[in-house]
């Protein structure tokens, strides 16, 4: 049975780093899935935001890069990046903090045997320097998945269609079954401080808003945050921002129709042999035709989530 590749969802660093709970599916080859508390199922993420810091804590020989990534809302997502993830330590070495940056990662939980604390890490597949426009593109999808999902969420407690994807479905029970309460009027505080920064309400993140790097996590209990207020709920977001970023999400998806077809057509191309063209090959030509390498690992997630292209080998795909 041939490895299918997990997509690389995007997520927002509060809700990615109060998670918690981990899931392993009954299947050949099933990664162990971070359920977030708004029913993400996460094997790989999508993050954008400012890189503040960079630290080698292993040798020139064999080194060992921690890093600092602070998302549009002022909260961190931790890095790191070895000698079991070459290509991401030799991405951190090139790159200069700070800068805008988006990148593509699996995620890591930890939990020493003699505690009940949680921490969350990206290991980092690709990462490259943008522009803080980039960024919150990236940004307007992370509050579109939250919304979507904290909208599930609502319409499962009102014995309601809550007209989502089957992974968004199944991420949305596993939360449900492996934690008794959630508070979801944080996060739709949360997404209502996002949507106030994409409308231009509130300043992007500056560097100094943070304390210097100590290359120490916080746990997820760390980043619990108070409910918030009645006025603090999506329903009550300025219409500005909710519009904006209804507008951004709308000419997104017509960017990422035409980026799809554009892929497809390259797979379809390549494939000579019927038996899957190396990610490579594609690569390259992607590149040449204008699309870099982080984009082309989404649009194969987006591909391969909608049944339109498979893996029928480790590193080869074909179109389905």
Known sequence: MARRREPALPVLAQELSRARKTHVEDREYSPTYLISEMGAKISRVLIGGVLTDIENRGSEDDPFYMARMIDPNGDTYYLRAGQYNPEGAAALSRIEAPCHVIAVGRVRSYSPDDSDAVYVSVQP???????????????????????????????????????????????????????????????????YDCLKYLSGETPATTLTEKPPFTGEFETAEAMETPPATPAE???????????????????EQASDADAEAAVLDLVTKLDDQGEGVLYDKLRDNAVAAGIDTTRLDELLDSLNDQGLTYQPAFNRFRVA
Request: hydrophobic letters at 35%; proline letters at 3%.
């Open 233 to 251: 709920t999506e329903a009550d977001a300025p219409p500005e921002a909710a519009t904006a970023a209804e507008e951004s999400s709308d000419e």
């Open 125 to 191: 597949e690709n990462l490259r320097k943008v522009s803080e426009q980039e960024v919150s593109v990236w940004a307007v999808k992370a509050c579109n998945s939250l919304m979507r999902r904290l909208k599930g969420a609502q319409a499962l407690s009102d014995a309601s269609d809550p007209e989502l994807g089957m992974r968004e479905q199944e991420g949305l029970a596993l939360a449900q079954e492996k934690y008794e309460t959630v508070s979801t009027e944080s996060y739709a505080g949360l997404l």
